[in-house]
Nanobody, 120 residues
């Protein structure tokens, strides 16, 4: 069973930075895509950023220019560098990975989430 464990969340002031990490229990070459999502109270889970094995990245419009997704393939770790944080960035952040398995189709995996709180 694939395991994803997030870390790095915390409380920061507006304008500050945080670096989130996600340790994955399998080689990144096993996955089709990986990424970060977030969910604020009373809102649906939304895309933050994704990255493919080939290195292509995609960001939600509100995160472009402020957030950077990256991978450390040797350590099987996914990162999200967040800068110029705003109060509206407050949410639980989840790491994600998916893979295409024979007989199962596209299977997705989620971490337990890490809380990010940005004060005014």
């Amino acid at each position: 069973q694939v395991q994803l464990v997030e870390s790095g969340g915390g409380l920061v002031q507006a304008g500050g930075s945080l670096r989130l990490s996600c340790a994955v229990s399998a080689s990144f070459f096993s996955f089709n895509a990986m990424g970060w999502y977030r969910q604020a109270p009373g809102k649906q889970r939304e895309l933050v950023a994704t990255i493919t094995t080939g290195g292509s990245t995609n960001y939600a419009d509100s995160m472009k220019g402020r957030f950077t997704i990256s991978t450390d393939n040797a350590k099987n770790t996914l990162h999200l560098q967040m800068s110029s944080l705003k109060p509206e960035d407050t949410a639980v952040y989840y790491c994600y990975a998916d893979q295409l398995l024979a007989g199962q189709g596209l299977v997705d995996y989620w971490g337990q989430g890490t809380q990010v709180t940005v004060s005014s």
